[in-house]
């Protein structure tokens, strides 16, 4: 039996979904999104370049922080800021991990409870989804959020947990849509990624 001819002029299924995101602009959004997200990280540099040189030298503060207050302490401050919108730039606590007795296991630590937090922001979105007035507002409220999600997906998750854009709104969103719950654990797990990178470069510069 002749084996049948591949169809040239058929597209492959990654460039298929290359041509999607193109047009219904992710690329854009996603440049866009790294554009907005600049200043803050610049201004947290710059703030802590400040503190480094005019106050305190900040390998000092961090060792001061390391050990004054209890780790457990320190992880729960962050863990509740992962779990609120990420209030608290998470490089901080990274910073303060390179300066522990076992770094990189509280890396792993810290990167489960940002993943941890991501969860519980996911089932927020999950219970605002189950309130109608709630979501009723929320829907006008994060209506771009919410279009994004229902467009992109799991890229959009993706993008959340590896770059330094709002991983808990991201996650807020997929709740709200209800987006498979396997799917979300496992593009959330380059959440762990993000954190390993971001180490490896703290880390060294410390």
């Known amino acids: 039996m002749s084996k049948k001819k591949k169809n040239p002029n058929r597209k492959s299924h990654l460039r298929l979904l290359h041509q999607y995101y193109t047009y219904t602009g992710f690329y854009s959004f996603l440049g866009r999104s790294l554009i907005k997200a600049a ?25 001061y922080i390391t050990e004054n207050f209890p780790p457990i302490a320190v ?13 608290i730039p998470p490089e901080i606590f990274i910073a303060w991990c390179g300066k522990a007795s076992s770094p990189w296991f509280f890396l792993f630590i810290l990167s489960f409870l940002s993943y941890l937090g991501g969860i519980i922001s996911y089932f927020v979105g999950r219970g605002i989804a189950s309130i109608p007035s709630v979501f009723v507002y929320l829907e006008v409220k994060m209506a771009k959020h919410i279009k994004n999600m229902r467009k992109w997906g799991g890229i959009l998750i993706l993008a959340g947990a590896l770059l330094p854009l709002p991983f808990a709104i991201a996650s807020i969103s997929a709740g709200i849509i209800k987006f498979p719950f396997g799917s979300y654990l496992l593009f959330g797990l380059l959440r762990f990624v993000r954190f390993a990178i971001y180490g490896a470069l703290i880390f060294g510069a410390l």
């Not at 200043?39 to 060792?63: E, R």
């Open 39 to 63: 200043p803050p990280i610049l201004i947290f540099i710059a703030v802590l370049l400040g503190i480094h040189f005019f106050v305190i030298d900040v390998n000092t503060m961090l060792i």
């Open 75 to 87: 992880f729960a401050i962050f863990f509740a800021s992962e779990s609120i919108l990420g209030l």
